[in-house]
């Protein structure tokens, strides 16, 4: 474990509360996109499916819990609970055309070709597009709630900090995965035009108005 | 490559 990898992580958990205590307190999910949120839940349940198959520590087990429980609650507020305030109209990203090139490229290019792995895997490169939902949905709304624009940042700051952890690894450890490290930079860049965004308007007190 | 093949990462 590293500085980088500990913030990550933290930046991550802090995402995920934002958006869980955003929703629960207005008692609504608009702005928000579910389909997002389903392919965040996905990504978690084939990722962490190695709960049951090795331990790495209890911090690492703690944690898959937390985004596993985390995201089938936002998922369960969004569809279930305020889903009369889901605005169907503007989430419509077709999730299909993640999922299934997600898939097939995790059958073609995997670390082994084994049930776990290829799921590990189709969960890492399905993670780098799982946000377009959500940037689709916010550029179709033309802006979002300030609450939503720091919950991107501090989901697009989490795999940022990876990289530094990654870079971190290969320095220190010589440890390197391509497959993570390259769909973590993929990701990274799909935030770089809301990063700006954000900086530029989002600190200066400004709504984020995306260019629809 | 892996750590004994189990991925330590979140």
């Not at chain 1, 500990?6 to 579910?34: P, Q, Y």
């Not at chain 1, 369960?76 to 109209?89: Q, S, W």
């Not at chain 1, 954000?198 to 108005?209: D, F, R, S």
Request: glycine letters at 4%.
């Amino acid at each position: 474990m590293n500085i980088f990898r500990l913030t990550g992580d933290l930046a991550h958990l802090i995402a995920i509360i934002i958006l869980l205590h955003k929703i629960w307190k207005s008692r609504s999910c608009a702005g928000i996109s579910g389909k997002s949120q389903v392919l965040f839940a996905l990504v978690y349940t084939t990722r962490y499916l190695d709960l049951v198959t090795s331990y790495v520590s209890i911090y690492n087990t703690f944690m898959k819990f937390v985004f596993l429980a985390t995201s089938y609650a936002t998922i369960y507020l969004i569809y279930v609970k305020f889903k009369a305030t889901y605005d169907h109209n503007h989430d419509t990203f077709r999730i299909e055309f993640l999922i299934l090139p997600s898939l097939a490229l995790a059958l073609l290019i995997n670390h082994y070709f084994n049930f776990l792995e290829v799921l590990w895997t189709f969960s890492i490169y399905l993670e780098s597009v799982a946000i377009l939902p959500q940037l689709f949905m916010v550029s179709k709304t033309g802006e979002a709630e300030s609450i939503t624009s720091h919950y991107l940042f501090a989901l697009g700051s989490y795999r940022a900090l990876y990289i530094l952890n990654w870079i971190y690894r290969y320095a220190t450890e010589g440890h390197y995965d391509l497959i993570a490290i390259v769909a973590g930079v993929v990701q990274t860049v799909l935030y770089c035009d809301f990063f700006y965004l954000y900086i530029t308007k989002v600190l200066k007190g400004k709504k984020l108005q995306l260019p629809a | 490559g892996h750590l004994g093949g189990t991925h330590d990462e979140l």
